[in-house]
């Protein structure tokens, strides 16, 4: 739309990268708007805490979006769950129900529990009150080989498994721009507030038991939804708490 390309730095697609974010966190910022950088192949793609996200060539969408943002790093905490409705609405225009599995996970029901569908990985860096880089890191699993699915330790799908025609790469591609570029912008200038009534459509957690990997602990709960500053709110034993992203890891009983 001309509201996304009006906001759009640079655009470019490379053959093969280490991963999309790294190559982003390297360049210097476009002079304005974000740049949007995609791969056909990742040899080193992320997840968070270092875990492989598997990246075969020519068959997924590795897409990772950098742009700068005044205000401090705490304005990152939101990111992703901006970034997350973005894509989970691009998806759904596909007509593939899927769902967010708080912080950074795009999921969708299979018959035995959730199926990774995609993930997003956020990475920044800058001053606490001034400005700061973000890079949004998006894997979305479009046709993944067996192969390459074979060596992925958690259930997982992809959009061709769930009954999309391919080729479909360049029409996601434009939906989740299309969608991030306007939604960072509201996002800076008027925070998580206008994303959380889209958030609740796809929270995958919501009212569900929980177990919580905090370190080597383990507490259950139950998920109540997202509180305005983007923490997961859970309910537990020992009452109300606000889980934020970096803290901990979440499964679905
Ligand atoms: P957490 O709940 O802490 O985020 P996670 O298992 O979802 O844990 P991430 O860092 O979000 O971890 O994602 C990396 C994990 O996702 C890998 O360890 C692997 O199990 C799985 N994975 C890797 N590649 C893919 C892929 N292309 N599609 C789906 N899942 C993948």
Redesign the pocket.
Known sequence: TADATALLGSLDVAWTLDSTNSELLRQPLPARGAAVLLAERQTGGR???G?????PLAT?LYLSVALGFDGGLARLGGLSLVAGVCVAEAVAALGVPARLKWP??LVVEGSDGLQ?L??LLIEGGGEHAGPVRAVIGI?I?VA?PAAAGAA???A?TDLRRLGVATPVRNTLAAGVISRLLPALDAFAREGLAPFLPRYNTFDALRDMAVDIHDGGRVTTGIALGIAADGALRVRTDAGERGLHAGEV??RRR
Not at 51 to 55: E, I, L, P, Q, Y
């Open positions: 997840g968070r805490r875990r492989d996200w598997a990246s997924n950074n996970d990774k995609g993930g894997g699993n993944m992925i330790g958690q997982w890891s979440l």
